[in-house]
């Protein structure tokens, strides 16, 4: 069964840093694109960063210039590191991934708590 396991969540004060991890397991099939979404109270989900296997990445207009996804993938793990935080920020971040044998298949992790407070 896949898992995908967040980490790294966290309270910050605004202009710091916190860095994001998710791991994924549970398959051997490859892994495909990647990403970072986050929900902040009475919002909808929204896409933060995604990112395919050969390391493209793509962001939402808010986070650009802050926010740097990254992934391993020999360890299977896909990173976001996240600076210059603003109390905009504050959301549950979910991690997401999709493998190349079933690319129309979405995998969620269970969500990891961001705070910033000003």
Do not use: H
């Not at 990647?34 to 808010?62: C, F, H």
């Not at 979405?106 to 000003?118: A, D, L």
Request: aromatic share 10%.
């Amino acid at each position: 069964q896949v898992q995908l396991v967040e980490s790294g969540g966290g309270l910050v004060q605004a202009g710091g840093s916190l860095r994001l991890s998710c791991a994924a397991s549970g398959s051997a099939f490859r892994l495909g694109d990647m990403g970072w979404y986050r929900q902040a109270p009475g919002k909808q989900r929204e896409l933060v960063a995604t990112i395919t296997t050969g390391g493209s990445a793509n962001y939402a207009d808010s986070v650009k210039g802050r926010f740097t996804i990254s992934r391993d993938n020999a360890k299977r793990t896909v990173y976001l590191q996240m600076n210059s935080l603003k109390p905009e920020d504050t959301a549950v971040y979910y991690c997401n991934a999709r493998y190349t044998v079933s690319p129309r298949v979405s995998y969620w992790g269970q969500g990891t708590q961001v705070t910033v407070s000003s």
